[in-house]
């Protein structure tokens, strides 16, 4: 579970031109005056001005939907799969991949072409590539975050390296005439729907690696929750179709029409809402696409709360309400329009009503891959180097003694000590367009501060005398390093101290658990004598987490990027020649 996923390319596909509100029933029908009557109250609850049909769509006029493409030819014909079928190429080609590339293709519909085969192996067959594998995700509208909560954890245990995940409905043909109106009288729930859902795909591609030309989004996590054990269906179609004599019994019946207990909505909106503050606290989120079906929705969103109207964005209103694609629709538009900014936090949020899921994702939106890249190569060296350290062989070999413990906590707290003072003063140094990365610097100096006290302890409990491990002088490398560390952290906006803590929380979080349990085991110390390794070893993951975002903020300023690496490739080879120095 180890490997980090991104999204690095966006596709969406919505077919025809848009059609506006005058132009729906020249598509769907229902032109007489009841019906309009309705359509006009509906049109007004949601708030949709535009929408897309496959339905009734000339050939040769689907729209890219911000592909800017409008070359796919399609019929009134079009099938599910094609819809999808296109995003999915779209994305792949967006991410720069091929669809050889793709080991995973997980799909999220509420209707597909067919009963069987599964939707996403028509879709497969449809765009090609090698041998991968599917997921077919049903439900309704969360079935497309259904199928990324899957394909990114396939990418995290590191089974594929790219995987593309594909929501798409095409639902027209079962609101249009005539078979919309073959099952009889037409009710209040039906019409809801008839005159707010619409056709379209939206897919991404996931990968194991940012993207090393422009921004990724990194996948923190996916959450998808029903509550079903405690509410009744709340959209649905085709109850009982298959017991019946036949289907066409069933469509005449009115079984097959979608419908929707609108009265039920505001239910859901609540339960999304306490789901939301339970996993989140959205003031640390920059930008949330909410999925819903309708304005007054949105609206009693915004009054359960209020704090997140000005960070959402939807694009309900121009592309229309599209299932299981709509989340994907969105993001692809503000992907593709650089709404997100390095360092920036979006919330991903689809309630679904078929019965009760809520469904989260938490990304992160991190600069070109290029920094990541050189600072992986500085740690290549450094660890290069450290295997030639005469100490640090002693301890992974098994042969260190209690002398060379000591000798290691003695040398480790005389820079240690310096920590709290460069943190702070680099804090200082911080002007207020880099608010965050000195806010972090003060809170990373108040955790830190202390952490010599943890190496005296240490020093004390296997033989040491405190009053040699506080007066003892740094070794030269310990003095080059920590005179190195200040002078940056002196400079104005030392945004270049991200390199200094990649390396050294780096070695806290690879190294330092690993050769605390190594001396455990030799010496037979207890936990308490290795209270400064443990520590590190157990924190500083964290500490990495957050150091990590914090290179998102700075990722996309090629100077920044210079300047962390350099400090990065000088604090490495001192810190190397602080254990050197040990003897």
């Not at 245990?157 to 099952?183: I, K, M, T």
């Not at 409990?461 to 940056?488: R, W």
């Amino acid at each position: 579970m180890g490997q980090t996923v991104y999204i690095t390319g966006c596709g969406s596909f919505l077919p025809g031109a848009p059609v506006g509100n005058d132009e729906i029933a020249d598509r769907l029908g229902g032109s007489d005056r009841a019906t309009a009557r309705r359509r006009a109250r509906v049109l007004a609850a949601n708030g949709i001005r535009q929408r897309h049909y496959a339905v009734g769509a000339a050939a040769g006029a689907l729209d890219g939907a911000g592909a800017g493409s409008g070359d796919s030819e399609a019929g009134p014909r079009l099938s599910n799969e094609e819809l999808a079928a296109a995003a999915v190429e779209r994305a792949v080609k967006d991410a720069g991949l091929a669809m050889g590339e793709i080991g995973m293709l997980a799909t999220g519909t509420t209707m597909g072409d067919q009963l069987v085969p599964g939707f996403a192996a028509m879709v497969h067959g449809r765009v090609g590539g090698g041998p991968m594998e599917l997921l077919s995700a049903g439900g309704v509208c969360a079935s497309g975050m259904a199928a990324l909560k899957a394909a990114a954890a396939t990418v995290a245990l590191g089974e594929h390296d790219a995987a593309v995940v594909v929501g798409s409905e095409l639902v027209s043909r079962v609101l249009a005439e005539p078979r919309f109106g073959a099952g009889g009288r037409v009710t209040a729930d039906a019409e809801f729907l008839r005159w707010t859902l619409s056709d379209g795909a939206g897919a991404v591609v996931l990968s194991s690696r940012p993207r090393t030309d422009r921004a990724s989004l990194r996948v923190e996590w996916v959450r998808s929750v029903s509550y079903a054990h405690e509410h009744p269906a709340c959209m649905r179609a085709g109850e009982g179709w298959l017991d019946a004599g036949s289907a066409a019994e069933a469509e005449a019946a009115g079984a097959l029409r979608l419908r929707q207990d609108v009265g039920g909505l505001p239910g859901l909106v609540r339960l999304g809402v306490e789901q939301l503050r339970e996993l989140v606290d959205i003031r640390t989120i920059d930008h949330a696409l909410v999925h819903y079906s309708a304005n007054t929705f949105r609206d009693r969103i915004f009054r359960e709360m209020p704090e997140i109207a000005a960070i959402c964005f939807s694009n309900l209103e121009q592309c229309g309400n599209t299932g299981a694609g709509s989340i994907f629709v969105m993001l692809e538009e503000a992907w593709r329009t650089r709404r997100f900014r390095p360092g920036e936090r979006i919330l991903l949020a689809v309630p679904e009503s078929g019965r009760f899921t809520i469904a989260f994702a938490l990304l992160t939106c991190v600069g070109p891959a290029q920094l990541l890249d050189e600072l992986a190569e500085v740690w290549g060296e450094l660890e290069q180097r450290l295997a030639e350290v005469a100490l640090v062989r002693r301890i992974e070999d098994g042969t260190a003694t209690i002398r060379d413990y000591r000798a290691l906590l003695l040398n480790l707290r005389q820079q240690v000590v310096e920590g709290g003072r460069w943190i702070s003063r680099a804090a200082s140094n911080f002007s207020a367009e880099r608010f965050e990365l000195r806010s972090a610097a003060i809170r990373h100096a108040a955790e830190e501060h202390r952490d010599f006290r943890l190496l005296e302890r240490d020093f004390v409990a296997v033989g040491g005398d405190l009053a040699e491990i506080t007066a003892a002088a740094k070794n030269p490398g310990s003095e080059a390093l920590s005179a190195f560390i200040l002078q940056q952290a002196s400079l104005p906006d030392p945004v270049d101290l991200l390199g200094a803590m990649f390396v050294i929380e780096g070695l806290g979080g690879v190294k330092a658990l690993g050769w605390a349990r190594m001396l455990q085991e030799r010496l037979g110390l207890t936990d308490e004598q290795v209270s400064f390794l443990r520590y590190h070893g157990q924190h500083d993951g964290d500490h990495l987490s957050e150091m990590r975002r914090l290179l998102g903020l700075v990722m996309a300023d090629p100077a920044d990027c210079a300047r962390i690496v350099r400090t990065a490739r000088i604090t490495a080879r001192l810190y190397a020649l602080q254990l050197e120095e040990i003897r």
